[in-house]
């Protein structure tokens, strides 16, 4: 097992390399964080698996270990697809992203349509001190943390800057090109973002917004079919069981579903899940 420290996006990481699954693990330095470095030899095991990547494999791996993070606290369904190279987080099945580097900690639902370059704001940087450069809080930073080696210097006196968790995404909804969201925000079931947007605030369910800062355009249905659908949560479902219900017409699609739902019942969609624990598993394969 050979050890080294690896850098990715200003933190520092002790790797341990196992050669023979050839995964590696990183854990991050003085801290209990860890994550996966995932491998041409993992992704295959994922895709045996049914944790596909869109064209994992072949477009990114080559014959080369790869910088796709897989943290403690993703978790992913089975039928979801993220882009080759891209960082697994926790998405639902049947939902996809264009966009590879997505946040830790962000949480997508089911049946998401994720167009590419969705960014999301970055670190809160403290005012109240007398800069706002990295070296007032971030002690990660490449360049501080390289000065504070050079200078042999711990215990620097760094402010604290808190920062406000991921944005969540819930269900069926579907983000176009080039939007940004901030942080600690929560977009509803069935909303739809326009290419471009800047998203500051939470957006109510099938609704449809955009522009910077992103406003309300209109609801995608009707007041009353919105709560229908709402209550339906039709994406605790499989689409095959979905497709015979005229899902081309909400009033109709919802009528026949709610039928089927009380009177013939309905099997909840219940796919595999991918975590830490299954990740460790496949290790041994």
């Not at 590696?24 to 895709?47: C, F, G, H, V």
């Not at 326009?194 to 939470?202: D, L, M, N, P, W």
């Not at 369910?205 to 309300?216: R, S």
Request: with cysteine.
């Amino acid at each position: 097992m050979k050890n080294f420290i690896f850098t990715l996006h200003g933190i520092r990481f002790k790797v341990e390399f196992i050669a023979r699954t050839g995964v590696q693990m990183l854990l991050r330095e003085n801290q209990t964080e860890a994550a996966l470095l995932i491998t041409k030899t993992l992704a295959e095991n994922l895709d045996a698996e049914g944790f596909h990547r869109r064209q994992f494999i072949n477009d990114f791996f080559a014959d080369e270990p790869a910088v796709a993070m897989f943290y403690k606290d993703s978790k992913l369904e089975q039928h979801s697809n993220m882009p080759a190279g891209g960082n697994f987080i926790t998405i639902g099945a049947f939902s996809y992203s264009f966009t590879r580097d997505l946040v830790r900690g962000m949480q997508i639902g089911r049946y998401c349509s994720i167009a590419g370059g969705l960014q999301v704001f970055s670190t809160q940087h403290p005012m109240t001190g007398i800069s706002t450069s990295a070296f007032i809080y971030d002690s990660h930073e490449t360049s501080v943390a390289a000065e504070l080696d050079n200078r042999g210097v711990s215990g620097f006196p760094f402010l604290a800057a808190p920062q406000k968790p991921a944005p969540i995404i819930e269900n069926d909804v579907w983000i176009g090109m080039n939007v940004t969201l901030a942080r600690g925000i929560r977009i509803g079931t069935g909303a739809i973002i326009g290419a471009g947007s800047v998203v500051t605030k939470y957006v109510p369910p099938y609704t449809i917004v955009g522009g910077n800062p992103a406003k309300f355009i209109r609801r995608r249905f009707a007041d009353e079919i919105c709560d229908r659908m709402l209550a339906s949560r039709w994406w605790d479902y499989s689409f095959v069981d979905l497709g015979p219900m005229d899902i081309a017409n909400p009033i109709n699609f919802l009528e026949r579903f709610e039928y089927v739902k009380s009177r013939q019942g309905l099997s909840p969609l219940t796919p595999k899940i991918l975590d830490w624990d299954r990740m460790i598993c496949l290790l041994d394969k």
